[in-house]
């Protein structure tokens, strides 16, 4: 089963605005971790959020964890055309070396 | 720091023949690489897990025998297409993880665009 779901599949917003995504997951994990992909490139490590941690920030980003709810969120702020690309969930079951399973991942739109 | 480079970036090659793809990270030393596809507008499926100096897990219906993986140094782990066929094209990521490229963190390459005619 898909380990990693997000949601929305697809937003498009306007240069400024904040865009809010969000992930689901089904089993216990270690840490979950956010992704940027521009089209037919690599992945850009975004941020790492572990079980025991709620909420993250770095730049104009922030993460949120909830556990007990098997979700996360990624919130980019004042977004730029520049933002534009897909972004992927992925978690881990352990800690160090582990493999992660990714989710569908949510295309993401920024008009200029 | 924790750069992970793929090579070649993009390989066409006829039905029948081999394909090898590289990835290496250049300034840690990676115990652990992970190889990927993807799929275009789909999400990275895990194909296999190698740590250096041992074989490589592969996950489940993943032919190991058609997509060969060594790891025979800290820095290079390589990925070979055996008998390449037209479903096999895709675009292959490698991962690396490993001392002093944090503990828990995954460096991608660039990935590698295969198309086979």
């Known amino acids: 089963s898909q380990q990693g779901e997000e949601d929305p599949q697809a937003l498009s917003i306007q240069e400024g605005e904040n865009a809010t995504m969000n992930c689901s997951y089904k089993?216990?994990?270690?840490?979950l971790q956010w992704y940027r992909q521009n089209s037919g490139r690599g992945l850009v490590h975004l941020i790492l959020i572990r079980s025991n941690e709620r909420e993250k920030h770095s730049g104009r980003l922030r993460v949120t964890l909830d556990t007990s709810k098997k979700s996360s969120s990624l919130l980019i702020t004042a977004s730029r055309a520049a933002d534009t690309a897909s972004y992927f969930c992925?978690?881990?079951?352990?800690?160090?070396?582990?493999?992660?399973?990714f989710g569908k991942g949510i295309t993401l739109s920024v008009r200029p | 720091g924790a750069v992970v480079s793929q090579h070649p970036s993009r390989v066409i090659c006829k039905s029948g023949t081999s394909v090898k793809i590289e990835c290496r990270s250049l300034?840690?030393?990676?115990?652990?690489m992970f190889w990927y596809r993807q799929f275009p507008k789909q999400s990275l499926m895990l194909m296999a897990t190698?740590?250096?100096?041992?074989?490589?897990?592969?996950e489940q219906g993943v032919e190991k025998d058609k997509f060969l993986i060594n790891h025979a140094s800290l820095t290079l782990s390589t990925l070979t297409v055996t008998s390449a066929h037209p479903e096999d094209s895709s675009f292959y990521i490698c991962?690396?993880?490993?001392?002093?490229?944090?503990?828990?963190?995954?460096?991608f390459g660039p990935g590698t665009r295969l198309t086979v005619l």
């Open positions: 089993t216990s994990i270690n840490n």
């Open positions: 992925a978690t881990a079951k352990t800690g160090a070396n582990s493999k992660l399973t």
């Open positions: 190698s740590n250096e100096g041992s074989k490589a897990t592969y």
């Open positions: 991962s690396a993880s490993g001392q002093g490229g944090g503990p828990d963190t995954q460096y």
């Open positions: 300034d840690f030393q990676a115990t652990t």
